[in-house]
């Protein structure tokens, strides 16, 4: 079943997992959780997205998907999908420079992410999540997110 609804203060809980998305919106920055309030949020039930199994989020005109893939927590999709939005509204030309010189170091291999913007939002996902996601854990880049974006 698709659980969807709107991302504010006022939202009534119906499971589990719409107090998990609350739960991890009090740990992001408020200036963060503010940019995606009011965003319709739809909990898919499969690996992939209905009608895109190549992705397992994502994040287009004030709505947010996330699917419950195997290989990621559903927390890690949902930070990233949230990071698409702080990489837009707050990374200033200059951060998303310094940022490019972090993902040199990061180290993690060409064949599964090279795009700084798709790096920034494992990392940031990383930082937030209790559980990280190792490929993209990388002190560097968990440094970045913690001392310089913009809160
Ligand atoms: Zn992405």
Redesign the pocket.
């Known amino acids: 079943m698709l659980s969807f609804f709107k991302l504010n203060e006022a939202v009534k809980l119906k499971s589990q997992e719409e107090q998990d998305i609350k739960d991890i919106l009090k740990k992001l920055p408020k200036s963060h959780a503010k940019l995606i309030s009011g965003f319709e949020l739809t909990l898919e039930p499969n690996n992939g997205l209905k009608g895109d199994k190549k992705h397992v989020g994502f994040i287009h005109k004030k709505k947010i998907h996330v699917a419950a893939p195997w290989n990621f927590s559903r927390c890690h999709v949902f930070c990233?999908e949230v990071a698409?939005m702080v990489w837009q509204e707050l990374m200033t030309p200059e951060l998303k420079k310094e940022w490019k010189s972090v993902c040199k170091k990061m180290g993690v291999p060409k064949d599964i992410e090279t795009d700084p913007e798709?790096l920034f939002?494992h990392a940031y996902a990383c930082h937030y999540c209790t559980h990280k996601a190792h490929t993209y854990f990388h002190k560097v880049s968990d440094d970045f997110i913690k001392q310089k974006i913009p809160h």
Do not use: R, V
């Open positions: 990233h698409h798709e939002a």
